[in-house]
């Protein structure tokens, strides 16, 4: 069965998140990171689409970004995907796939949802046991968004820019949203929208979308044998993984 085109509207914020194969390690140094940070800044200029949030775990990236035309994402990642191949296998001596298929996205309401898909993205390390508090993880835009660390792949966003006049306010008001702990169904929220290719986003924004593009941007009706599913499948313990 082919695979449906992905819906990326130029100028609306999406969320990527793209595996290691097997979930197996794709950064072992920190030299890893830079080479990875240094390559997805040169594609994403060259392909004109704006980093606004990111983290680089042991198996996987998250990235919120927005593209100026319809392919700029895709051709982004391929970019950056085929030549950190390149440079991972040279260096670790391997030979093979790295990335798990084709990286997941989804388009994400600016308005209502970005600093939240912010926030998510930026809590990863936390939620994997990694460090105790964002700020203790070197290889994201927490730093960028609360400290003023000035990183060259970083575009923030106009939703984040309005927080405050000034870089002070901006910051300071944006690590207070750090105070309280992200609610769990909006954790669920956000990771089944990226899985399943949805729209995360209020119902105007999932209604606009579909009549703009003919796609269903939120979950179908649950019949009853995905009910039974679901339900037989609820009590399993799961790895937080995202």
Known sequence: ???????????????????????????????????????????????G???????????????????????GISRMMQQVGRRYV?????????????????????VVDAEHYLLTCQRYIE???????????????PWS????????????LWSPHEVYLRLGAVERIRAERYRDLFRARLD?????????????GLALGGEQFKTELERATGRRMRPGKRGPRQAATTARSTGAKRKNLL
């Not at 606004?52 to 100026?68: D, S």
């Not at 809590?123 to 993880?137: I, K, Q």
């Not at 835009?141 to 609360?146: A, D, E, L, N, R």
Request: proline share 6%; with cysteine.
């Open 123 to 137: 809590l990863n390390p936390v939620r994997a046991g990694m460090v105790t508090h964002p700020s203790d993880y």
């Open 184 to 196: 769990q169904q909006l954790v669920e929220e956000i990771r089944s929208s990226v899985n399943k």
């Open 141 to 152: 835009s927490f730093q960028s968004h609360t400290a003023g660390v000035q990183a060259r």
């Open 1 to 47: 069965m082919a695979r449906l085109p992905r819906i990326c509207p130029p100028g609306i914020p999406q969320h990527l998140v793209q595996r290691g194969n097997n979930r197996q390690a794709c950064f072992a140094t920190d030299s890893d990171f830079a080479a990875y940070a240094h390559w997805l800044h040169e594609s994403s200029c060259r392909y």
């Open 49 to 71: 689409v704006a980093i606004h949030a990111w983290v680089f775990m042991t198996n996987h990236v998250h990235l919120l970004a927005t593209p100026q035309t319809p392919d």
């Open 86 to 106: 390149r440079y991972f296998n040279r260096v670790q001596e391997r030979t093979g796939t790295l990335w798990e298929g084709r990286f997941r996205s989804c």
